[in-house]
């Protein structure tokens, strides 16, 4: 047939790109997973806030989901750098919210362990 015009399929949704920052393996492997079920992209994870940082300025990242303390550092400076980038994030941690630093208790906060039923509607939230 001459002149038909092809169907095309639906156009494909937006794969969010995740970046997680979080040191223990089990837990990073873990969100790697559910992620991925999700139908997220991972970035990283990364298990040093320093290397975070460097992804945070050299891959497309849509958001991000923090462990507080990584390696023994805090996770902030890898925060200042989601967000002078306007990328949201949210917090995991096995610490309540009061020790959060004041300028980013905002964000959301999922204490470990957490039941992985609310990662997802938690990151559809951030990311809008």
Do not use: C, W
Not at 18 to 29: G, K, R
Not at 52 to 70: K, Q, R, T, W, Y
Not at 76 to 98: E, N
Request: aromatic residues 8%.
């Amino acid at each position: 047939m001459t002149g038909a015009s092809k169907k095309q399929g639906p156009k494909s949704a937006k794969v969010f790109r995740i970046l997680v920052v979080e040191d223990e393996m089990m837990i990073a492997m873990l969100m790697e997973d559910l992620l991925k079920s999700y139908g997220y992209e991972v970035v990283g994870p990364a298990s040093r806030v320093e290397n975070a940082i460097h992804l945070v300025s050299s891959e497309a990242i849509d958001a991000g989901i923090l462990d507080l303390n990584i390696a023994d550092e805090e996770v902030y400076p890898v925060a200042d750098a989601l967000a002078a980038r306007s990328i949201p994030f949210l917090f995991i941690s096995g610490y309540k919210a009061s020790v959060i630093s004041q300028t980013y208790r905002d964000r959301p906060l999922l204490r470990k362990p957490f039941s992985t039923r609310l990662l997802k509607p938690t990151l559809q939230a951030i990311l809008g």
